[in-house]
């Protein structure tokens, strides 16, 4: 399944690109399409910070990414790192003592934010109290008045130069010129270069399993292992979690070893937001293709073969072979280089290496889950012995991947 990102860069008064606009777009035409904006902002997240990965989107830079009020409104925020997103508000946002008190939590938490398509309504008698509170006002070149953008430019020089004015639909170099000469530091628009559109594949989700696991965890002593069960059979929800984890604020420097581990480091309270928030944007997902089924179906079977044969061999870290299994054929789900995919995942380095292709003691049940897949019985024979694994195992070992798969595959 495609996904798409809109981006547009932001320039400096030397023409430097200091940060990038990110904009909904759910095809390769640029313009925007008429859609729910909370669902516009949700994708707009999970695309670029998740599915394709923040580094690969801005190149590291910070995010403008507009904020409908439900939204700021909520507690979702701080999954993300503050020094990666800026927070912007849309013009039809009202002006409340109650979104001050929202957005002086949100800079607490070391956000910035911006007033996007911003104009001054005489009736809001709170503007001193949001200036405090905001870094970047855009104001649009095309849209407003000079007599409109002067009132908001004086107050901002009298009152408020922490403020960064930036210039939006800035088309010519003689507009550029005027909006330097008036003291905006920030330039956007079609005459430094028109929004990219960004692309690339994403793996589609059993949104059935995310129902059922929101379910399971309204339960204020929700059973982990069996969160980790029904976690085990999506696996882009497994990868996903692996990319919250990574790009999360809270991240520590631990590896992860298992998805049990990956529930307890992003913890039970940001999952569950988080789960709602990914079946949300689920919720109208293309149907999958008889391709992306055979993968998926051949990525589980690893992983079930890779842990139990793991567990024959009483490793305690199985959850690491269930892991290498699992990932096994990432490259080819996502369509994309397998290192460029690993390095956005904070998974341990023996797995890490494992999937990569390097010979690692693991390297074995990788390829004896491969043959099993296949039944090729003359790499399954020598892989099993390697394993100590008994030939009167081999089936039986077969079997329960194979059923175990199905039911999962059975749940969509």
Same mark, same amino acid.
């Given at each position: 399944m495609e996904v798409f990102i809109g981006r547009q860069p932001i320039f400096n008064s030397e023409e430097e690109i200091v940060a990038y606009e990110l904009l909904y777009r759910n095809n390769d035409v640029n313009k925007f399409s008429q859609i729910d904006s909370d669902k516009a902002t949700i994708d707009v997240l999970i695309n670029s910070f998740i599915t394709i990965g923040f580094k690969e989107v801005s190149n590291g830079l910070p995010s403008f990414i507009n904020f409908t009020e439900n939204l700021i409104m909520q507690e979702e925020l701080h999954f993300f790192n503050p020094t990666k997103v800026v927070i912007e508000l849309l013009e039809n946002i009202p002006i409340t003592p109650a979104l001050i008190d929202r957005l002086k939590t949100i800079k607490r938490n070391g956000f910035k934010l911006a $007033?996007?398509?911003?104009?001054?309504? =005489?009736?809001? +008698?709170? /503007?001193?109290? %949001?200036?405090?509170?905001?870094?970047?006002? *855009?104001?649009?070149f095309i849209q407003t008045s000079e007599q409109e953008r002067a009132i908001i430019e004086n107050k901002v020089k009298a009152n408020f130069p922490h403020i960064q004015l930036l210039a939006e639909k800035v088309e010519t170099r003689e507009v550029y010129e005027q909006a330097k000469y008036l003291g905006y530091s920030l330039f956007q628009g079609y005459f430094f270069q028109r929004p990219q559109i960004l692309k690339a594949t994403d793996?589609?989700?059993?949104?059935?399993?995310?129902?059922?696991?929101?379910?399971?965890?309204?339960?204020?002593?929700?059973?982990?292992?069996? $969160?980790?069960?029904?976690?085990?059979? =999506?696996?882009? +929800?497994? /990868?996903?979690? %692996?990319?919250?984890?990574?790009?999360?604020? *809270?991240?520590?420097?631990?590896?992860?070893?298992?998805?049990?581990?990956?529930?307890?480091?992003?913890?039970?309270?940001?999952?569950?937001k988080w789960i709602y928030l990914l079946a949300m944007h689920e919720s109208d997902i293309q149907k999958?293709?008889?391709?992306?089924?055979?993968?998926?179906?051949?990525?589980?079977?690893r992983a079930k073969v890779c842990e139990k044969c793991a567990r024959l061999?009483?490793?305690?870290?199985?959850?690491?072979?269930?892991?290498?299994?699992?990932f096994s054929l990432i490259d080819a789900l996502l369509n994309r280089p397998i290192n460029s995919i690993l390095v956005q995942l904070p998974l341990a380095e023996n797995i890490i290496e494992t999937i990569s292709g390097a010979e690692t003691e693991m390297t074995p049940y990788l390829q004896f889950s491969i043959a099993l897949s296949k039944l090729n019985w003359a790499e399954i024979v020598p892989l099993a012995?390697?394993?100590?694994?008994?030939?009167?195992?081999?089936?039986?070992?077969?079997?329960?991947?194979?059923?175990?798969?199905?039911?999962a595959i059975d749940m969509n």
């Open positions: $007033l996007d398509d911003f104009t001054m309504d =005489e009736s809001v +008698l709170i /503007y001193d109290n %949001l200036f405090e509170l905001v870094d970047y006002i *855009k104001l649009d793996i589609p989700a059993n949104l059935f399993q995310y129902f059922q696991i929101i379910s399971l965890m309204r339960d204020e002593n929700t059973n982990i292992d069996m $969160l980790v069960e029904y976690i085990e059979r =999506e696996i882009s +929800l497994t /990868y996903r979690l %692996l990319k919250l984890i990574n790009n999360s604020s *809270k991240r520590s420097k631990s590896k992860v070893r298992s998805i049990k581990q990956a529930i307890i480091l992003l913890g039970l309270t940001e999952l569950r999958k293709g008889e391709v992306f089924n055979e993968l998926i179906y051949a990525s589980l079977f061999n009483y490793q305690n870290n199985y959850s690491e072979y269930f892991l290498i299994g699992l012995r390697q394993l100590n694994i008994s030939k009167d195992k081999i089936i039986p070992i077969y079997e329960e991947a194979r059923v175990w798969v199905n039911e």
